[in-house]
Nanobody, 122 residues
Framework: QVQLVESGGGLVQAGGSLRLSCAAS????????MGWFRQAPGKEREFVAG????????YYADSVKGRFTISRDNAKNTVYLQMNSLKPEDTAVYSC???????????????WGQGTQVTVSS
């Protein structure tokens, strides 16, 4: 079993940056691929970024490509999401999740964190 705890959210002005962290418990973290998702009020949850268990491959939604970077440190059981050039439309609750399945398929994610709020002001 994997438990996930996100941190690093907050309020930032448009154009600013934030780095989210997702700390995982459990000895098998490095066997899971990880994803970041977000959900804005009144909208469905959407995939933001994903990284394979060895960190060899990364995936991004078109809306964040070139601005966000996902990375992981298996020695620290942590995955990160560096968010640059933030826009008001990036405002959402961001959650990390773990999967042993296909990174781009939300239904394959088995473990989820509680989420952290990111608010981007214009």
């Amino acid at each position: 079993q994997v438990q996930l705890v996100e941190s690093g959210g907050g309020l930032v002005q448009a154009g600013g940056s934030l780095r989210l962290s997702c700390a995982a418990s459990g000895p098998t973290f490095n066997t899971y691929s990880m994803g970041w998702f977000r959900q804005a009020p009144g909208k469905e949850r959407e995939f933001v970024a994903g990284i394979r268990w060895m960190g060899s491959s990364t995936y991004y939604a078109d809306s964040v490509k070139g601005r966000f970077t996902i990375s992981r440190d298996n020695a620290k059981n942590t995955v990160y999401l560096q968010m640059n050039s933030l826009k008001p439309e990036d405002t959402a609750v961001y959650s990390c999740a773990a999967t042993r399945g296909v990174v781009l398929e939300t239904a394959t994610y088995r473990y989820w964190g509680q989420g952290t709020q990111v608010t981007v002001s214009s």
